[in-house]
Nanobody
Framework: QGQLVESGGGLVQPGGSLRLSCAAS????????IGWFRQAPGKEREGVSC????????SYADSVKGRFTISRDNAKNTVYLQMNSLKPEDTAVYYC??????????????WGQGTQVTVSS
């Protein structure tokens, strides 16, 4: 049974950085597009970023463009989300999800359990 496990969340001051990891077990991430999502209290889940399974293409929500970077290390079966210049509005539970296709289509085969990111002084 495959699963995804996120890690790297925590408490950080505004302007700080965190790197989230999304590690897969039980399946190979090479063939999956990976999406990062977040959900803040009282708000709907929103897509943050996606990385393709084929050519490494990426996309970002406007709210994080220029501050977040998604990358993948297939040898480690892990996808990362580097988050810089963090703002209080980035506070949320962050999830990763795997789509067995070349892009994040909205139909995900696996979801992680989430990791809390809190940006506060």
């Amino acid at each position: 049974q495959g699963q995804l496990v996120e890690s790297g969340g925590g408490l950080v001051q505004p302007g700080g950085s965190l790197r989230l990891s999304c590690a897969a077990s039980g399946f190979t991430l090479d063939y999956y597009a990976i999406g990062w999502f977040r959900q803040a209290p009282g708000k709907e889940r929103e897509g943050v970023s996606c990385i393709s399974s084929s050519d490494g293409s990426t996309s970002y929500a406007d709210s994080v463009k220029g501050r977040f970077t998604i990358s993948r290390d297939n040898a480690k079966n892990t996808v990362y989300l580097q988050m810089n210049s963090l703002k209080p509005e980035d506070t949320a539970v962050y999830y990763c999800a795997a789509d067995r296709g070349s892009w994040c289509s909205g139909e995900y085969d696996y979801w992680g359990q989430g990791t809390q990111v809190t940006v506060s002084s």
